[in-house]
């Protein structure tokens, strides 16, 4: 009888024991959790916090006795796995009740997944200062927020750390009554979205009443009887009755290096393939193993719950014979932010000019602002897409999606096209679902497909989205109707509107060989406007991208006042 030891439940090893039984009815295959829960749903914890999922059982997916009813899978939870011996073949486990015992396997599977990073900052061990990443952390969160609203009038609440779980956090403790403040050392939060996209987050967070301290991290905590002084590099400090920590995560890679097995300088496990470790016979999955970018084909941790239960079943699949093999993670992901989506999906452009500093820029870039159906049907709202793509635009590097509604199909769209190895030409060549509710004749994502074509075709050129302020003498020409400059002007621009352009082109003579900048609402009107003016000699238009609306976003700061140089005609 072939007999598999799986250390760690939830993602990965839950979905690997669950395939093997489905695949080998004869083999025994053991659990060990340390936790007290195999299978909940980590994701959801933050709102179980913020009272969206209100009962906390809703979280368990599978319990142990489920899985021995409906698997015959032994598990074992609070049995914690505190050494494995390669040479006999067993793992030594420290039971509940603290007795030790020898566990032998044929096959072994860390799942160890990973765990908050809890960095030695002074005062950091305050029972005042918690993480949400267990049920018993969701439950102990919920109860603690719950008294310091109860406490005082309003109260209060730090997050340190503006990642995925961060921006969680923030908005389910303001769903639980609390006034929060997010502290993060870089200057934006969502890491994975480049500069100009992660604005628009700022924006949303501010508007729902996020105190924001970017660029700024950690230097202490102090702790009294009722509230905790976080303490800011800057010398700032925020005073608040609890404090997150969501800095990110580390995995529980000690049980493999104490092994002797391969891992990386952050512990994470190294694996081939078909997800054996240097061991042949131990494989590894989840948030512990180390696996190769999709994009960059480089040695990459990326801690999601879908590679993990997908990592889960395909390890099973391969201890039971077959010979599948892992092609990467390009780390698609989605969070939500009150009510905003943000989306990512392959590389970001910083990630990219990391990565080629030594080569030369060999990517390009398109943004653009669509709405998420027709825009005649009521209820469409923007859409900000950020397309990375090759020189060729033969190979999709990566996408970024901000926005209210139909994000979340829109980036599954690029990233499938991505995974299998599409070209922005198959973007603009798809055929997607269309009804005024759900879209446009022209998808978003054909869209992009279609901008980044006339990119690649010399149709148009874009500016960056921080060209206007670092761009002094370029002529900022802003073709919207006077109505919509009314509400929203661009400082410093010089307004006619599209349909007037060509009968006044002698204004803006004297930019004929000048650089020009020019706005819309969302892009496409300026690109009709570059395409008159390329055409009448004007030999460096570029194209702002995402119009006024992404501007706005992208430059908070930024009054409605006029340069009067571009007022004047001439």
Partial sequence: MHRIVII??????????????????????????????????????????GGTIRSREALLLQTPEALRAKFAIDVRTRNEVVLIDRQAKTVRV????GRTYDEPYDTLVIATGSSP???????IDSPRIRTVWTVDDAVGLKALARRERERTPMGSAVIVGGGFIGLEAAENLVAAGLDVSLVEATDQVMPPLDPEMAQIVHGKLAAEGIHLHLGDGVSSFETTDDDVTTHLASGASVTAGLVVLAIGVRPNGELARAAGLAVNERGGIKVDDLLRTSDPDIYAVGDVIEVTDLVSEEP????????????????ADNICGADKRYRGTQGTSIAKAFDLAIATTGASEKTLVRRR??????????????????????????????????????RILGAQIVGKDGVDKRIDVIATTLRLGGSVHDLAELELSYAPPFSSAKDPVNMAGFVAENLLDGLVAFARWDEPGTSPDALLLDVREASEVARYAIPGALDIPLGQLRGRLDELARWKDGKVIVFCAIGVRAYNAARILVQHGFSDVRVYPGGSSFFAATHPDLTDRKDSRHETRG
């Fill in 94 to 97: 420290r039971a509940v009740d």
């Fill in 357 to 394: 500093l030594q080569r030369g820029r060999d990517f390009e870039s398109v943004t653009i602002v669509q709405n998420s159906h027709a825009t005649y049907y009521p209820g469409a709202t923007p859409l900000t897409i950020k397309l990375l793509f090759s020189l060729d635009g033969g």
């Fill in 300 to 315: 990459t941790m990326v801690p999601l719950a879908g590679p993990a239960n997908r990592q889960g079943r395909m390890a």
């Fill in 8 to 49: 760690g439940g939830v993602a990965g090893g839950a979905s690997c024991a669950a395939r093997l039984r489905r695949l080998d009815e004869q083999a025994s295959i053991v659990v060990l959790e340390r936790g007290e829960f195999v299978s909940y749903a980590n994701c959801g914890l933050p709102y179980y916090v």
């Fill in 117 to 123: 990073v809890r960095p030695p900052i002074p005062g």
